[in-house]
């Protein structure tokens, strides 16, 4: 919180009442139910051995946790397994070689069933391909692949050999990938000659191409994918097609069984500042996570469910939800290449209809975009088969949820918000669908064998209906091992601002039933006449008008209160941004809603608000903005255009 916190615990200003319960047959039926939170309570490493259980280990571990040197954990570490055989010949060797592991949907249309038997394979030619190019246990992979099957292989070639990946975004630019790849100290980077991105073929291997040219380039070669087929420039004896290096290795690959500590991978964070964080993951206690959430969170069935995770593989969603729990649960899924309308705004929900999606995972900006799209175009497809909702990456504004449940989930489907971080590896905050009695807007309970709580400025724990910071109070299986290359900057970053505990650098509130609610970034909270008030909050109050699909909140200087909240919004189809009228009835309606303290200084109707790529709003450009400052770094923002456009509207500072 800089230089405004306050001692002051953050403000709990927003009631919600509405409460859902799950589906009585669902409940029935569930993979988990309300016992899992006493059994973990009781002997919560025993708990966490048990779930271990679910993977396959060529030796089983007999130590469950070692903490002996915190921060640093070793889950397993008597263990050895071999993350892709769990996530792929395990499932083929158990007679379900012919079940489709993923259904792809290209964006022009094209597609393509995989099955887990087809996937061995590809896996198998693919390890043996990257041997072929000289990697070996220990090494690191960059890939910066679009959303195609390739992207998902890779990550199990590497894993099958013990080799680490680093995803980079398939958005991200050279100068990205040259940090990233350097950092890492990649030997081989696997790209495509393109993608598809809003009906066009968008060239991915110029900017490899450009990171590789650096000087310091520790990459040796780089594999290309053809997924286009736009011509590519070529550097003879570096570059070579994937097609023609794989299509002659055997399809037999023996996978070597691997420490469970083991480097499964790093996937760099940018944080709000500075030098981005290579956050490195291990093997067998990560698997051991996400194929438990996966099968917890999403009550996953692997005979008859559906499931799609609509997140891109280059962000930590992608890697727990769609490459390591989903596979190593034996999953079904569909993999979607494209953007949501392209070609019409309906694409999502005709992949849901097409291929019977049963279980969806998305997140808050996808829905809030749908809202502001309209009712009437998931109305025209059968949505059916959808059983559990899923969102994750922001906290979700209890009418954006609404909206969810009522137009995606027909009035039934349980939503579940799941509280996660890069850093955690995998889901820690979720309500799970056979037990939890939902609220709209809240994440609510930490998942069985996770210890979460909300902490004041002195560590001390908030009483219900109290809030503060989102801390982390026990190792879990999942967790982060360390910063690459910097433990220092590990224990500083997460380990030093509450002695003993995990700092998230969430806000949070207990609400009187000890339900954990999200509150956004704590660099993001506002100091209003001496009290902490949440992004959050006035976002969601905001959201709760008719008129408004879309807001972000931020405080900036002013000279009275010492922060003053500037509300950017999104208007929903008809509403008139010229209309002075709607801008005084919005600050009148966060009044009401949250009381007076809330009440925005000034509301500015935009067309569009600056995400992150992955679609995080960025609420710091706003404050450089509402500060008439020059604004900050920008490389993390999707479309730059959009700050412009965003300035031209504000009116000079009072
Ligand atoms: C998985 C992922 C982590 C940050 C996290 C928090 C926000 C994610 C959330 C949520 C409220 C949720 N966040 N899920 N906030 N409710 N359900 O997004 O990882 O990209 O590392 O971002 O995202 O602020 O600290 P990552």
Known sequence: MGDVVSNESLANLLKEER?????????????????????????????????????????????????????????????????????????????????????????????????????KDEVSRAANALTELGVSQGDRVAVYLPMIPEAVVSMLACARIGAAHSVVFGGFSADAIAKRVADADAKVIITSDGGYRRGKPAALKPAVDDAVAREDSSVEHVLVVRRTGQDVAWTEGRDVWWHELTERQSAEHTPEAFDAENPLFILYTSGTTGKPKGILHTSGGYLTQAAYTHHAVFDLKPESDVYWCTADIGWVTGHSYITYGPLANGATQVMYEGTPDTPHQGRFWEIVQKYGVSILYTAPTAIRTFMKWGDDIPAKFDLSSLRILGSVGEPINPEAWMWYRKNIGADKCPIVDTWWQTETGAMMISPLPGVTETKPGSAQRALPGISATVVDDEAREVPDGGGGYLVLTEPWPSMLRTIWGDDQRFIDTYWSRFEGKYFAGDGAKKDEDGDVWLLGRVDDVMLVSGHNISTTEVESALVSHPSVAEAAVVGAADETTGQAIVAFVILRGTANADDEGLVADLRNHVGTTLGPIAKPKRVLPVAELPKTRSGKIMRRLLRDVAENRELGDVTTLTDSSVMDLIQTKLPAAP
């Open 19 to 119: 409460r859902f319960a799950p589906p009585a047959d669902l409940a029935a039926n569930a993979n988990v139910t309300a016992e899992a939170y006493e059994q973990a309570k009781a002997d919560r490493l025993g708990f966490w051995a048990e779930q271990a259980r679910r993977l396959t280990w060529a030796t089983e571990p007999t130590e469950t946790l070692d903490w002996s040197n915190p921060p640093f954990a070793k889950w397993f570490a008597d263990g050895k397994l071999n993350v892709a055989y769990n996530c792929v010949d395990r499932h083929v060797e158990a007679g379900n070689g012919d079940r489709v592991a993923i259904h792809f949907e290209g964006e022009p249309g094209d597609s393509r069933a995989i099955t887990y038997a087809e996937l």
